[in-house]
């Protein structure tokens, strides 16, 4: 009797302690390995296709950029879905263990252009040029950025934002509609700032690269002046 009895309370006190675990939250550790092992899992998809006409895929961005093509969309998509739900619970995570403090500011990387590799389909970044190609496209790059919004009049200051350009070893303002394809001068914008990073590192320049770099990540107020967007710089 005493037996079953101390079998009894034994089962009890397990079944309890595993209970117990079950219900307590997991930690960020354990979420962020789940994000890591989705994120190997959409790389893994998109990479499936092979790659032979590059225009057949589509540059989607998520978190993160991504070469789909329309045969993977569908799965794409669900596990974009699935990937979301996890970033949530480990953000969560984040915020109950007290995890504090931002990250170090860095120019966001997107992509140059897109090309089919060894029969796969790749996106290159700035990382991946040699410095004879950013010499190349820096002054196509920065005639884009300045006609840009060439043809765009300016009426309500409210809606723009003055940005900052690498020139040389100063800045340069640049002024950026808040709505009209917004997304893609930015995109511009940093990618330049990347490539000059870049061309100031290789070349050594003797100028303060540090103090400067922060200065792109500043916005500045713009004043409309003969339908111009003008930034203010005081």
Known sequence: MKRITFFYVFTMVLFL????????????????????EKREEIFTLVQSVPCTVIDEFEIIKKNNYYLVHPSVKADFDNLQGELEKLEVERNAARAREGWIGDLPLTIPS?????????????????KDLSI?????????????????????????????????????????????HKTIRNEEM?????IYNQMMVMKIQHEKQSCDVKGR??????T???ICKEGKPIVILE
Do not use: M
């Open 17 to 36: 302690a595993c209970s117990k675990n079950e219900s307590e939250p997991k930690s960020y550790e354990y979420w962020n390995n789940l994000v890591n």
């Open 110 to 126: 997107h992509p140059v252009r897109k090309i089919c590799d060894n029969g796969k389909p790749k996106l290159v970044y700035v």
């Open 132 to 176: 004879e190609e950013i010499n190349a496209e820096l002054p196509v790059r920065y005639n884009e950025i300045n006609n840009f919004y060439k043809d765009e009049v300016c009426s309500d200051a409210t809606q723009w934002i003055g940005r900052y350009i690498f020139s040389g070893c100063n800045v340069e303002p640049i002024a950026v």
């Open 186 to 190: 930015v995109s511009k914008i940093d």
């Open 213 to 218: 770099f922060y200065k792109v990540f500043e």
């Open 220 to 222: 500045k107020s713009v």
